[in-house]
């Protein structure tokens, strides 16, 4: 496990191979374990011998070792807390399952050129805790990573830096549905039963990029998610109106040039229009956490429809990939 801070064993020395899976999360183990789970084949566990498991989470300052944190648990309970922490940050991603490294995601928060590590050294005690325990991450893990993708999108680390990248969304999606408290839950792709405001808001704005992206190319210095990203996710009802006005002329552009991907665009606009009664004029933390996973959701469903749709293919970012 690449946490410096960590240290784990067994009271018989037992190899635990589902931990490997931490740090190299293969997704056809990963689905045999969540499916072994499910199916009860827990109970004839190769776990025959009753065995208990043990971490030790360490701190050191002025010479000293502190221990800052202590699990202790059986074999069984651990194989099932380690298919729970798989399901909850199970994500699509160009069309297939994907599952991000533990140390990965503890990175979302972090600027990759930093040699700061401290947050994410922080982030991945909580993760790790989160993942055995089957406990909700703190908040201020999610805005941490929505700082950082704000950043991304205000150009300070590059222009046409994908922000919301499957890491950060799944980070994104165990934080929000672990602290779930009777919203809706999260799904790990597109979701059209979900009319949550600031979800479908996200959606929203994936499709209004598309626009953009079609009517101008994708050669554009500053587009509507470098503009107006920030502002959509905190303030939607401000935004939406300029950016409505936008959209416009850009679909008048796009019907004189590809009338049928105007089409199509324009049809999924009123779709999405007609789930959501009028634009909030706030969004809390958790709802800007919906509408990246909105936002994220939107443009994954787009790029497999453009698979199998010349005219779509105009609307995506290949290079995202």
């Avoid at 109106?241 to 089409?263: D, F, P, T, V, Y």
């Amino acid at each position: 496990m690449c946490i410096r801070d960590r240290v784990y064993w067994t009271r018989d020395n037992q190899k635990i191979a589902e931990l490997d899976l931490f740090d190299n999360p293969d997704p056809g183990l990963v689905e045999h374990l969540i499916e072994s789970v499910v199916s009860g084949e827990n109970k004839k566990s190769k776990y025959i011998v009753p065995d208990r498991f043990y971490s030790c989470t360490l701190s050191g300052a002025a010479a000293r070792i502190a221990v800052r944190d202590w699990i202790e648990m059986s074999l069984g309970d651990l194989k099932k807390a380690i298919a729970r922490w798989f399901e909850d940050i199970k994500i699509e991603a160009w069309g297939e399952a994907y599952y991000t490294p533990l140390f990965r995601l503890a990175n979302c928060a972090q600027n990759e050129k930093s040699d700061n590590k401290t947050t994410t050294s922080r982030v991945a005690t909580h993760l790790w805790k989160s993942s055995l325990k089957e406990i909700m991450p703190p908040l201020w893990i999610l805005t941490s990573v929505l700082k950082r993708v704000r950043i991304i999108e205000n150009n300070e680390d590059g222009a046409n830096k994908e922000s919301i990248t499957p890491d950060r969304a799944a980070l994104i999606r165990l934080i929000l549905n672990r602290n779930n408290k009777g919203g809706s839950m999260l799904k790990e792709k597109l979701d059209a039963d979900n009319c949550s405001p600031p979800y479908i808001c996200g959606r929203i704005f994936a499709v209004l990029e598309s626009v953009q992206r079609a009517a101008l190319g994708k050669d554009i210095n500053a587009g509507i998610r470098e503009r107006f990203f920030t502002f959509a996710s905190t303030n939607p009802s401000s935004a939406f109106g300029r950016l409505m006005r936008l959209s416009q002329n850009h679909l008048a552009k796009l019907k004189n040039e590809k009338a049928g991907l105007a089409i199509i665009l324009d049809r999924e606009l009123q779709e999405l229009f007609s789930k959501i009664k009028e634009f909030p004029a706030v969004f809390a933390l958790e709802e800007q956490g919906q509408f990246a996973i909105g936002y994220y959701h939107q443009k994954q469903d787009t790029w497999k429809k453009a698979k199998n749709s010349a005219e779509l293919k105009a609307a995506t970012e290949e290079s995202d990939k």
